[in-house]
């Protein structure tokens, strides 16, 4: 499969390429040169399979023969070494629980793909590669998480100071080895600005071969689209299924339409957004127009210009019709997120992070009129935003041992203020 720049202004590339570069020399992002289709027997027969073996199949339509199978399939096993549950959370709505990894995110799912895919090009190349990654808090934690120890990768995290949450920061902070935390005076629209200089600056990139881990990267975009098949297949309806999808930067959703266009029986998404609402903005005016990030309570959602865009927009052919026959959008305040974990469970005994109630909000309005059944994505565990739950449920939450074991840690960073110059020395001194 080759992997073309929405910019259009530079050639197709392989999919080792496209890992390699993250971001093509154009500025635009890679994206599949077409999505492949699934037969419906493929997808009839879904529950049949198991979520490696169905990961296994979704990825070898996007990596073809880059990858021997035998390689591929030790990667996806290993990427999805923890379960993705359906919970029931009331009549008509479940939640996919995505944050039963490592560092309790759903982020685990492409941080893992990708590392083990870039491991495994590492190796065979016999080079070496430093990775910059911008996070708004739990991006940096999964890409660490996954690359840590993978020899000739040195990792490079740049996280906005006092903008993520306390578990969040040990987590980007406390692994040492190849991994290194720069805590950046600003926001993370700053973070993402300084690795997006860096990416465009061809000498430096090339020097230290460069290459990103966010969702930006096509070897984290395409391990996601696993999980809405496996999502799929555990549901027993004949009813239509609309999945809410929690949204910041909208590579989960970009991952959700993949899997839609490849022949997944998934009637509509709904992207549900906290205050930062460029997207849902366009879906009501046509017109795409980012602005600065606004913090909220849903923090990893935190992004005013959201990436991810250019691919839905070249998906689509910049068909905004098609667009919003896919996908319908809402955005809710931190007031009714709170009332949302509150009244779940209070009502249901279903226990909300903040990310995971913005798309219960989303789902659950959505239906309100129509008939179907209604998944939301759990990005996040709950204990990962601790003082928010247990205030809107007046509960104490419990830690999972892999969080709690993380604030003991010992805990590095360097500062950086936003200074482009300023973190290419720190580059160098790193990786030297
Ligand atoms: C990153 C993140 C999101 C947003 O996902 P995007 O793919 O950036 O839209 C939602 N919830 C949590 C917990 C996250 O970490």
């Known amino acids: 499969m080759q992997y073309y720049s929405t910019n259009k202004k530079v050639p197709p590339v392989s999919f080792e390429e496209a890992v390699f570069q993250g971001l093509p020399e154009d500025n635009g992002l890679y994206n599949p040169a077409h999505i492949p289709s699934f037969t419906p027997s493929f997808i009839k027969d879904l529950k049949n399979r198991s979520r490696q073996e169905i990961g296994l199949e979704v990825a070898k339509m996007f990596i073809e023969h880059e990858l021997p199978e035998t390689v591929l399939q030790e990667i996806v ?217 606004i913090q909220t309570i849903s923090n990893a959602m935190d992004v005013g210009n959201p990436s991810n865009f250019q691919r839905i927009y070249n998906m689509y052919n910049g068909d905004i019709d098609a667009i919003r026959r896919d996908i319908a959008g809402f955005t809710y305040t931190d007031k009714q997120t709170r009332e949302a974990i509150s009244l779940v469970m209070k009502e249901y005994g279903y226990l909300l992070d903040p990310h995971g109630a913005v798309g219960y909000l989303g789902v659950h309005e959505f239906l309100k009129d129509k008939n179907g059944v209604g998944i939301f994505l759990e990005t996040a565990h709950p204990a990962k935003f601790g003082d928010i739950v247990s205030e809107s449920t007046e509960q104490s939450v419990i830690f999972p041992e892999r969080l709690s074991n993380l604030l003991n840690k010992e805990r590095n960073c360097v500062p950086l203020p936003v200074d482009y110059n300023r973190l290419k020395e720190i580059v160098t001194e790193v990786v030297r």
């Open 77 to 293: 096993s290993d990427t999805l070494s923890f379960e993705l549950p359906l919970a029931s959370v009331k009549q008509g709505i479940f939640a996919l629980e995505l944050y039963h990894g490592p560092t309790c995110a759903f982020k685990d799912v492409g941080a893992r793909f990708l590392a083990r895919c870039m491991g495994y090009f590492t190796e065979r190349r016999g080079s070496e590669s430093t990775i910059l990654v911008a996070t708004s808090g739990d991006t940096g934690g999964a890409v660490a998480h996954g690359f840590l120890n993978v020899s000739g990768v040195r990792v490079i995290l740049l996280y906005p100071k006092g903008k993520v949450s306390a578990i969040q920061e040990a987590q980007l902070t406390s692994l040492g080895a190849n991994i290194t935390a720069l805590q950046v005076e600003g926001t993370f629209d700053d973070c993402q600005a300084l690795v997006k200089k860096a990416f465009l600056d061809k000498a430096f990139k090339r020097k230290f071969n460069l290459t990103s881990a966010n969702s930006i990267n096509v070897a984290r975009l395409i391990p996601q689209s696993f999980y809405y098949f496996h999502a799929v297949s555990q549901l027993e309806t004949s009813s239509p299924v609309y999945v809410a999808v929690p949204s910041g930067n909208y590579g989960n959703l970009t991952a959700g339409l993949m899997a839609k266009k490849m022949g997944l029986p998934i009637a509509r998404f709904i992207a549900a957004a906290n205050a930062n609402k460029a997207f849902p903005d366009y879906l009501s005016s046509g017109l795409f127009e980012p602005r600065p990030s």
